[in-house]
């Protein structure tokens, strides 16, 4: 489903950000990139959604070429970013941030059922639908970045680390959510500092390191794996 | 639904109307004189301007320091076509706007890369370079300005220009467009993953807006016989900024009663300059300290609905 081949992204002069880096997303799947801070992790998702502009290689998403595509033709095209930190609009209510999700959507009546759909996976902001949505609570926040994405009815949904800032209980809660999305039908890209959590939820994991892939395998195989459970899992 | 549409839309029509009328009779029958009328004039310019700045600066977010610069292109293409060319009123106004929106394109495009500070001191930079460009263009006088001899300008043209501004700006931000401006003022990077074309919907803003800052401008040139560069420097342009900051970065009717109450406060002081322009200052001081979103913040004026049926099943008292 999604393809991204050999990508080189740097920032300024100096800094090469990712190296040749490559990897694929198949159709039905949770893929999980794990790695320390500066890996590359969300450069990844940043150069797939189009705010970042890799200097090579090639982003493929159903069959099209969006390397060079602006960052609204790609939602267009079906791929949708969480950003990392939320990025919610602090000021209008919950409804208003899910109605701006279904911005470049027609169908009123698919809408207001995914709308519904939305306040059902998060009961909590059905609660809180005429509340500014910076008056909510972070993990709310998350709950409501990801309904958000969901609104634009995404075949691929980039989760940037969606347990950032959040309490152990609601991080299950979080994951819980992704994968039941996932059973849905959506395919889902996950970026994850949390790595033991996100690897429990994937079927497939990248491991990278200093923005390059180092390691690629089926979730279960990964967490076993010496390296990575010394380096990611606390032993 | 539709019945409902005119209901909500009724109260607003009779106040628009009304205020017409009122303001129609009493200077006919000669109870406001010409300077009355010439400071309804200035309200009215003012209100235009301060709505289509907050359009750029309240509604979508993008700090413009340059506005007074779009007036002086309207100002000056409104001087031209008439003086020069003979051209009839309403298509200088017309395309008065249009010069300044297509200067608005041209500045937008490069600037509304930029954000926050770096685009305040870009689009202050290009009203300076405009200014300057007129003060050395012998064709439109240079410093000492360009005279113009036709008063087109009188309270039903100010008016029909102020009404439908605030028209068009009000539509368009409460159709989806609107929506798209609020949520890259809100947060551009979440906008764009939302699907919205952040450039255009900056640059539609910067359009829109500069467009009306035109119309002010050709209405100013008309109105006070003599358009001069000075008139149009960065301090015209602070001006707008502090209606629109005044009246609520977000709020058209907080711009109306801004540029009212600022119009009203400098003519009642007049004659005290140095007392009003501490006055002005200070109002300035306190507004920010107590409500620092300004009088109205994001909200708007509400009219109640005007009921046209009968209400049905009413009634008085309970056994």
Known sequence: ?235 | MRQELIERRLPWLILTVGVYLVISVTSALGILNDYHMINIITIGISIILGVSLNLINGFTGQFSLGHAGFMAVGAYTGAILTMKFGFPFPATLLCGGLAAAVVGLVIGLPTLRLRGDYLAIATLGFGEILRVLFINWSYVGGAGGMVVTQRYTNFHWVYAMTVLTIIVIRNWLQSAHGRACVAIREDEIAASSMGINTTLYKVAAFILGSFFAGVAGVLYAHAYYIVTPASFGFLKSVEILIIVVLGGMGSISGSVLAAIAITLVSVIFTPWPYLRMILYSLALIIVMVYRPGGLMGVKEIQLPALSLKKKEGQQVGTP
């Open chain 1, 1 to 235: 489903m999604l393809s991204v081949q050999g990508i080189n992204v740097f920032y300024g002069k100096g800094i090469h950000a990712l190296k040749d880096l490559s990897l694929e997303v198949g159709q039905g799947e949770i893929v999980t990139l794990i790695g320390a801070n500066g890996a590359g992790k969300s450069s990844t998702l940043n150069t797939i959604s189009g705010l970042v502009r890799p200097r090579s290689g090639s982003v493929v998403f159903r069959d099209m070429d969006i390397t060079k595509l602006p960052a609204h033709k790609i939602v267009e095209a079906g791929l949708c970013q969480v950003p990392e930190g939320r990025r919610i609009f602090a000021n209008l209510t919950v409804q208003t941030n899910l109605e701006l999700g279904a911005y470049l959507r027609k169908d009123k009546a698919a809408i207001a059922r995914d709308m519904q759909r939305v306040y059902e996976l998060f009961p909590r902001l059905a609660e809180r639908k005429q509340q500014p949505a910076g008056t909510l609570s972070g993990g709310e926040q998350q709950m409501l970045a990801i309904g958000r994405a969901l609104m634009s009815q995404p075949q691929l949904l980039m989760l940037d680390e969606p347990s950032m800032g959040l309490a152990p209980l609601l991080v299950k809660e979080i994951f819980r959510i992704v994968q039941e999305i996932n059973r849905a039908g959506t395919t889902i890209l996950l970026v994850e500092q949390n790595a033991r959590m996100a690897l429990s939820i994937a079927h497939r994991g990248y491991v990278l390191e200093t923005g390059r892939v180092v390691m690629t395998d089926s979730a279960s195989v990964l967490a076993e794996v010496d390296e990575v459970r010394k380096a990611y899992l606390g032993g």
